[in-house]
């Protein structure tokens, strides 16, 4: 089994920065995919970014491109994603998810476990 605990999330004024955090524990994550999702009040899951565990490959959604980055600390087992220039449709909860395999980076359903979501809200 395992476990993800997202933490970061909070208010912030548009054109600001915020580090989201996920912890994550119970297995081995050495073929693992970590991944980044959002969602806002009324809309579906959709994809943010991703990582590879192994390799450190990365993937972003088109409307977060040169302003996230998504890294991971293999010693503390936490994937992050840095969140630069926020703009007000980046409110949304976000949530960590990890997949053992992956085709389709962006797709919910090849993810096999997610945290709990954290709340990031941007203001004009």
């Known amino acids: 089994q395992v476990q993800l605990v997202e933490s970061g999330g909070g208010l912030v004024q548009a054109g600001g920065s915020l580090r989201l955090s996920c912890a994550a524990s119970?297995?081995?994550?050495?073929?693992?995919?970590m991944g980044w999702f959002r969602q806002a009040p009324g809309k579906e899951r959709e994809f943010v970014s991703a990582i590879r565990w192994s390799g450190g490959s990365t993937y972003y959604a088109d409307s977060v491109k040169g302003r996230f980055t998504i890294s991971r600390d293999n010693v503390k087992n936490t994937v992050y994603l840095q969140m630069n220039s926020l703009k007000p449709e980046d409110t949304a909860v976000y949530y960590c998810a990890a997949a053992r395999a992956v085709v389709a980076m962006s797709d919910t359903y090849e993810y096999d476990y997610w945290g709990q979501g954290t709340q990031v809200t941007v203001s004009s």
């Open positions: 119970g297995r081995t994550f050495s073929t693992y995919v």
